[in-house]
């Protein structure tokens, strides 16, 4: 009998951007602008509260049967500082299933351990280019943070 071996390579996830000398105004403008060329469907935008909410982006991995579907949604909220600095803040909900009733192997913990690092990648791959896309309409920001996401089977 052979085992298989799961090795944990995370990509972080972004959580957050401020720029600074950079209206609240442009920012807001350059986040909508940015999510919509990405292929996001907003299903919010509030330019007075700063914030922006999209609705479920679904994907599938195929890397390996079972294949997975994710999907998840981002709340966005602007806010400016004492400083002249707006900050951007990103909030991710999401959850995954397996598209097909699971074989007794996909309970052991590793192996779900695994299909959320591949989902997780995803993710941050998407969440990076968005940011990547929010630079190019807005600038460099000042700094950036990042997060762990969350997952919930659904």
């Not at 600074?20 to 919010?44: N, P, Q, R, W």
Request: glycine residues 6%.
């Amino acid at each position: 009998m052979t085992t298989t071996e799961y090795t944990s390579t995370y990509k972080p996830v972004l959580s957050h951007g401020v720029w600074e000398g950079v209206s609240k105004d442009k920012v807001f403008d350059g986040c909508v602008k940015a999510m919509h060329i990405t292929g996001y469907m907003i299903l919010a935008a509030d330019d007075n509260t700063g914030l922006i909410s999209t609705d479920w982006t679904e994907f599938r991995i195929e890397r390996m049967p079972p294949f997975v579907i994710g999907r998840y949604r981002l709340n966005f909220l602007l806010f400016e500082s004492a400083q002249n600095a707006v900050t951007v803040s990103v909030k991710i909900n999401a959850d995954w299933r397996f598209e097909v009733p699971a074989p007794d192997y996909t309970h052991d913990p590793r192996f779900v351990m695994a299909m959320q690092e591949q989902i997780n990648n995803k993710v941050s791959i998407d969440i990076q280019g968005l940011f990547m896309e929010f630079e190019r309409l807005i600038g460099t920001p000042s700094s950036t943070g990042h997060m762990q996401i969350s997952w919930n089977k659904y």
